[in-house]
């Protein structure tokens, strides 16, 4: 338990010449058993039977590892850029001797599964289709039960980061027949950081079984998870876990199958369209970023400032108000222009969303902008619905 020390020492070990456990510290080592059962929980989440592994870093290890186990100097690849990880992931490909074809949508915008579609019909030798499900950066979602159909008639491997929409949106890979699905826990599920999973299809491993450029004992690999922990009945882990993380990570699952996962989208649904439509009644020059409601992902609202009004100013005034707040201004350049409304997770509330309009409305009123906060708020009420 916490003793008394903690308040008057960042680091008391002993009190009273008594060890002083820490509830962070201390724990039991967490077995392969426990290990294998979070993965099965997140294989549920996902609603897959395809291996779930669990991997032990920040999602761009898994995203850079499914890249690097499965392109090679043989691979044609469409990436799809509508966002800055599909930026990341083009250059990874290119990095791994791929043949890389990309097809950058604006950010206001989604992919279509017709510009899909497209590019496969120009560019049949495609064998790799990579693709962000959702861009909490941008703040859109692309249709990926109707991008799926297309890559699968086409027989190419299909790669999902799907980190932003897991928790806020469905993400079914096996229904929508993704090959490699990389989820994270740190946006919609409310959970860590620090670890990360993916699903893998047959298909995929044996794509990176007949990669020689495949990374092999090394961080990176996820062939070394299949030989030294799946085929192996999942007893020895590799080495030991990111214990918290772990812990942190079933906590969280846990949380949402207590809430219901139906439940946690909805909320991440109604955030959403509260902020786009409390946007549209303040006025001020404020409006959604994306400009179909239907492309606007569940998990973040972006919106574009006026004219004039710099973004990251408006974000640090609304902040300066109530640092709590879920905003951010947009990343690199559109700074300038793109305040992020980052209602997932706990940030999932209607009060979260009020809040964030409302200090934005204030910061745009300082600024001589005509909005109506009233009319904001009413909005947010009826669009929670
Ligand atoms: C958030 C996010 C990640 C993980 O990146 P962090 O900045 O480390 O949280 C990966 N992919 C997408 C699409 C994301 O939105």
């Known amino acids: 338990m916490w003793g008394a020390g903690y308040s008057r020492h960042l680091y008391p070990i002993r009190e009273k010449g008594t060890a002083v456990t820490h509830p962070l510290l201390d724990l039991a080592p967490l077995s392969a ?7 099965d929980r997140v294989a549920r989440l996902l ?4 291996d779930v592994v669990i991997m032990q870093g920040e999602a761009l290890l898994p995203l850079e590892g499914a890249i690097r186990g ?4 043989g691979t044609t690849a469409l990436n799809v850029i509508t966002g ?5 992931f083009g250059n990874w490909l290119r990095d791994c001797g791929a043949t890389v074809i990309d097809l950058a949508v604006p950010f206001h915008t989604a992919v279509t599964a017709e510009q899909i579609a497209a590019a496969f019909a120009e560019h ?18 692309n249709p990926v039960a109707e991008i799926g159909e297309v890559v699968r008639r086409h027989g190419a491997l299909f790669y999902l980061d799907a980190v932003a929409s897991v928790g806020a949106e469905p993400v079914l890979p096996d229904a929508w027949g993704v090959d490699l699905c990389v989820i994270g826990a740190q946006k919609a599920m409310g959970g860590p950081a620090g670890v990360s999973a993916v699903s893998v299809s047959e298909r995929a491993w044996a794509r990176m ?11 990176l690999s996820l062939l070394d998870w299949k030989d030294r922990w799946i085929d192996g009945g999942r007893k020895t882990l590799l080495h030991a876990p990111a214990q918290l993380e772990m812990l942190a990570l079933e906590a969280c699952v846990e949380r949402i199958e207590a809430d219901g996962l139906d439940a946690v989208m909805a909320r991440h649904r109604a955030a959403a369209a509260a902020t786009r439509a409390g946007a549209r009644a303040l006025g001020g020059g404020l409006e959604p970023y994306v400009h179909a409601d239907r492309e606007a992902a569940p998990v973040a609202t972006t919106l574009r400032t006026p004219a004039g009004v710099l973004a990251s100013e408006l974000v640090s005034r609304s902040l300066a108000s109530d640092p709590a707040l879920p905003l951010a201004a947009g990343g690199g350049a559109l700074a300038s222009e793109m305040i992020r409304v980052n209602h997932y997770g706990v940030d999932a509330t209607r ?3 009020r809040a964030s309009l409302a200090a934005l409305g204030a910061a745009l009123g300082e600024k001589g902008l005509p909005v109506d906060v009233a009319g904001a708020l009413r909005a947010v009420e009826d669009a929670w619905r």
């Open 124 to 141: 049949p030798s495609i064998d790799f289709v990579s693709l962000v499900h959702a861009e909490a950066a941008t703040g859109n979602t």
């Open 209 to 219: 079984a007949a990669n020689p450029a495949a990374p092999r004992r090394s961080y």
């Open 351 to 353: 009060d979260a969303v």
């Open 47 to 50: 609603d897959t039977g395809q």
């Open 70 to 73: 499965t392109a090679g100097p």
């Open 33 to 39: 058993a426990r290990f294998a059962e979070i993965e």
């Open 84 to 88: 800055p990880y599909g930026q990341t």
